[in-house]
């Protein structure tokens, strides 16, 4: 190769690279967006679970690991949301609100661990008896969500 062809190449990279840019970051923002959107799944899909164990659809040998997987989840919850990424379901006051929308997600990560320390020691009754109490998720989502 040439030096020329070589500078060519090596320009047509770099415009490459710098018109992939604005892309990337648009991308970033999406990132945020799915992530907090699967940690929220998760915490779905956890509960979901719990309730088959309480309705005794199945047994209870995973009551514990799901409460505590519902602790674990409920913390990347809150860390999730610190970056300031507008959309997705999350309506724009978790941002405006944000000591307000804080606050219930720590109350959130408090109660979780309480329930998954309860469901050790008490089992299913203990657990059943909390859990309306520590899943707060429909009273956070009645204010911050707006479903698509
Ligand atoms: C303190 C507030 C808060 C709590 C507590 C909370 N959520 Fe959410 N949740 C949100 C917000 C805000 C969104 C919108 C996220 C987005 O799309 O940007 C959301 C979105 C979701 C979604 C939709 C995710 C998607 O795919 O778009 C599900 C499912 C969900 N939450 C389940 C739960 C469950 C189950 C719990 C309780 C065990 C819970 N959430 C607790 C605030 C909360």
């Known amino acids: 190769?040439?030096?020329?062809?070589?500078?060519?190449?090596?320009?047509?990279?770099?415009?490459?690279m710098v018109t992939a840019?604005?892309?990337?970051?648009?991308?970033?923002?999406?990132?945020?967006?799915?992530?907090?959107?699967?940690?929220?799944?998760?915490?779905?899909?956890?509960?979901?679970?719990?309730?088959m164990i309480v309705s005794t659809q199945v047994g209870d040998d995973n009551l514990v690991a799901h409460a505590e997987a519902i602790a674990v989840t409920a913390k990347q919850a809150l860390k999730s949301f610190e970056a300031k990424v507008p959309g997705g379901e999350s309506k724009p006051e978790v941002w405006?609100?944000?000591?307000?929308?804080?606050?219930?997600?720590?109350d959130f990560v408090e109660k979780t661990d309480k329930l998954a320390a309860s469901a050790k020691t008490g089992g299913v009754p203990v657990v059943m008896e909390q859990m309306v109490d520590a899943l707060t998720c429909k009273g956070c989502h009645d204010v911050y969500r707006s479903k698509k």
Do not use: C
């Open 96 to 106: 405006s609100n944000w000591p307000d929308f804080e606050k219930r997600m720590k």
């Open 21 to 51: 840019l604005p892309i990337i970051a648009r991308a970033d923002d999406k990132d945020v967006i799915d992530y907090r959107e699967h940690i929220m799944k998760t915490l779905d899909a956890q509960t979901a679970a719990i309730g």
């Open 1 to 16: 190769m040439t030096r020329f062809a070589k500078f060519v190449g090596g320009f047509a990279v770099a415009v490459a």
